[in-house]
């Protein structure tokens, strides 16, 4: 089983910029796409990015889209998440996660139910 670490996750102000990680605690991601959700107190977990691990190909929330970035490095086996211009309502828990499945188009991969493997979580917290 696959376990994911995030870490990166914290404080920052309105307009600022904050930068998550996710690896793999050993071993390879073993997943085909990546991606992270977020879950705000009392909200559904919702998707806000993902990439493909083999193409780099990417599918953002249209929340994100234009302030975040996701990319991943095949050679430090890590995916990253460069968050700008945030936002009050980008304050969540945020969760990298997963999945094995490789033929879906990248915007199929906003549903959670596609995931295999799920990290614990690291919060990210935006005030005014």
């Known amino acids: 089983q696959v376990q994911l670490v995030e870490s990166g996750g914290g404080l920052a102000q309105t307009g600022g910029s904050l930068r998550l990680s996710c690896a793999p605690s050993?071993?390879?991601?073993?997943?085909?796409?990546v991606a992270w959700f977020r879950q705000a107190p009392g909200k559904e977990r919702e998707f806000v990015a993902g990439?493909?691990?083999?193409?780099?190909?990417?599918h953002y929330a249209y929340p994100v889209k234009g302030r975040f970035a996701i990319s991943r490095d095949k050679s430090k086996n890590t995916m990253s998440l460069l968050m700008n211009t945030l936002e009050l309502e980008d304050t969540a828990l945020y969760y990298c996660?997963?999945?094995?499945?490789?033929?879906?188009?990248?915007?199929?991969?906003?549903?959670?139910?596609?995931?295999?493997?799920w990290g614990q979580g690291t919060q990210v917290t935006v005030s005014s």
């Open positions: 996660a997963g999945a094995v499945t490789e033929y879906y188009p990248v915007t199929m991969y906003s549903q959670r139910r596609l995931y295999n493997y």
């Open positions: 990439i493909r691990w083999s193409n780099g190909e990417t």
């Open positions: 050993r071993g390879t991601f073993s997943s085909n796409f």
